[in-house]
């Protein structure tokens, strides 16, 4: 038994559904006959790493904590 191919279009399409209509991963690996883990790796690859975003979040709100304790003391 061969593994199936699929193109990079199918992938986008499957990832598509996962990430911007809200469908979970089991659902649109059921529907489209994927195995989940290979829907999930496909899902991290195209999907933006939010541990970045994440950090620079924590960063501006820290710069923003410094920034409002230094004015309070200054009240």
């Given amino acids: 038994?061969?593994?199936?191919?699929?193109?990079?279009?199918?992938?986008?399409?499957?990832?598509?559904?996962?990430?911007?209509?809200?469908?979970?991963?089991?659902?649109?690996?059921?529907?489209?006959?994927?195995?989940?883990?290979?829907?999930?790796?496909w899902v991290k690859a195209i999907k933006p790493d939010k541990m970045d975003e994440h950090a620079a979040d924590l960063l501006a709100a820290k710069t923003e904590i410094l920034k409002l304790k230094s004015q309070l003391k200054r009240t």
């Fill in 1 to 41: 038994m061969s593994n199936p191919r699929f193109t990079p279009e199918f992938k986008e399409e499957a990832v598509r559904q996962v990430v911007d209509r809200g469908y979970s991963v089991a659902e649109v690996s059921e529907c489209l006959g994927v195995s989940t883990h290979s829907l999930h790796k």
